[in-house]
């Protein structure tokens, strides 16, 4: 419905103009029939507002009937409808011309997203191709270095053994730590060359039947020392019920060495669990420990390549913080998943879960 003021002076339009003289009120007609398309009243509107309007005149004077007001007005009425018709027509042509416009932009701008998708999918070819040459740089590079380093650690034993002649306690001191810096290193090597090579897509994955248990205690048997110097209990719980599965035993055995090796450098006292079961038709293995545990916030970190926690600079643990990353490629290699609990100052849970059949 149209508002108010518009109908009052509808009225008072069509009112001066049967009561005074005719010309000068012309104008106004049009104004207000400009204006009536500018306040959006439609036409049925219209309509009505004008019978209003010619009902109140003829009451107004009873001298007319309501033809009479009809004939008097006709002349602005026709000035105002023109005006109105015009108006509404110049609307419409606005409209067009704005649609058009917004037809050009939205054109121009599928143009751009189209240029732009394509300059994005270059770009990322691009890093994805550099991503692959890096990897390879660094499994051949690792490779490479694993050779020579493998030649100082075994003459170095040769030498500590004294098969190359005596050595004085101060001599055989700084080589065993000569020694113990190599397989530092080498332990490093490895790791490296294990993530380029699965980011490189180079690892096999070589499916074989093997008992669950056996693994696992020989994965702990690995830490079992590291465990003993710090006073840990580290126990082995292997359900009755899980037997055998199909995978790539080697890899298993790497990923539960890396945890229980991470259980037992984060705890200073209790004890490292390595708990195995089955759920359904995976296989689900926990390693927990009563260690210094993780903040919430670092929870998400973990996984990523070189994340070690601390500060950085008073972290007292040594390692590169590749652990957990190869970890979790490898476990999603053989098809499973990887997760974490912990909570600061009590201790961690690192849980993985590998279907009992391994299949590409
Ligand atoms: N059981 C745990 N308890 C507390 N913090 C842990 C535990 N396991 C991992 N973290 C945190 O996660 C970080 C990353 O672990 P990750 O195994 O990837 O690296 P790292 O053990 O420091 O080095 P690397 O394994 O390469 O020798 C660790 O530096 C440590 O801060
Ligand atoms: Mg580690």
């Not at 509404?88 to 143009?111: A, I, N, P, S």
């Not at 770009?123 to 390879?136: F, I, N, P, Q, W």
């Not at 020989?218 to 580290?234: F, I, N, R, T, Y």
């Amino acid at each position: 419905m149209a508002d108010q003021s518009i109908e009052d002076r509808y009225f008072r339009l069509l009112k001066s103009y049967v009561m005074g003289p005719k010309e000068e009120h012309l104008a106004a007609a049009a104004e207000l029939g400009r204006e009536l398309v500018t306040a959006d009243v439609p036409e049925e509107d219209v309509a009505e507002i004008h019978e209003k309007a010619l009902r109140l005149l003829a009451q107004e004077s009873p001298d007319m009937t309501l033809e009479d007001v009809a004939h008097l007005i006709s002349g602005p009425l026709m000035e105002m409808f023109m005006a109105y018709g015009l108006a509404f027509r110049e609307r419409l042509e606005e409209r067009r011309r704005t649609e058009e416009e917004l037809r050009k932009h939205r054109d121009h701008l599928e143009g751009l997203v189209k240029e732009r998708t394509a300059e994005l999918v270059v770009a990322k070819d691009r890093a994805e191709e550099s991503d692959r040459l890096k990897s390879a740089f660094l499994a051949v590079m690792s490779h490479e270095l694993r050779t020579p380093l493998n030649s100082i650690i075994g003459f170095t034993g040769i030498v500590l053994q004294g098969l190359a002649g005596p050595l004085s306690e101060e001599q055989a001191k700084q080589l065993g730590m000569v020694q113990g810096s190599a397989r530092h290193l080498l332990e490093l090597i490895n790791d490296v060359l294990d993530i380029s090579k699965i980011e490189a897509g180079e690892v096999e994955i070589d499916p074989k039947a093997f008992d669950v248990r056996e693994a696992i205690e020989k994965a702990a048997q690995k830490v079992g020392l590291s465990a003993e110097k710090k006073g840990l209990a580290l126990t082995v719980d292997v359900a009755p019920e899980v037997g055998r599965i199909t995978s790539d035993r080697r890899r298993f055995e790497q990923i539960v060495v890396n945890l229980v090796n991470n259980a037992v450098k984060f705890t200073e006292k209790g004890e490292v669990r390595v708990e195995c079961c089955l759920s359904e038709d995976r296989l689900v293995t926990c390693v927990k420990d009563t260690g210094i545990g993780i903040k919430p916030e670092d929870l998400g970190k973990l996984f990523e390549a070189f994340r070690q926690l601390g500060d950085g600079l008073s972290r007292p643990q040594e390692g590169t913080g590749l652990g957990l990353s190869i970890c979790k490629k490898l476990v999603a290699l053989l098809g499973g998943g990887i997760r974490v609990e912990s909570k600061p100052g009590e201790g961690s849970v690192f849980t993985f879960t590998l279907p009992k059949l391994w299949s590409a």
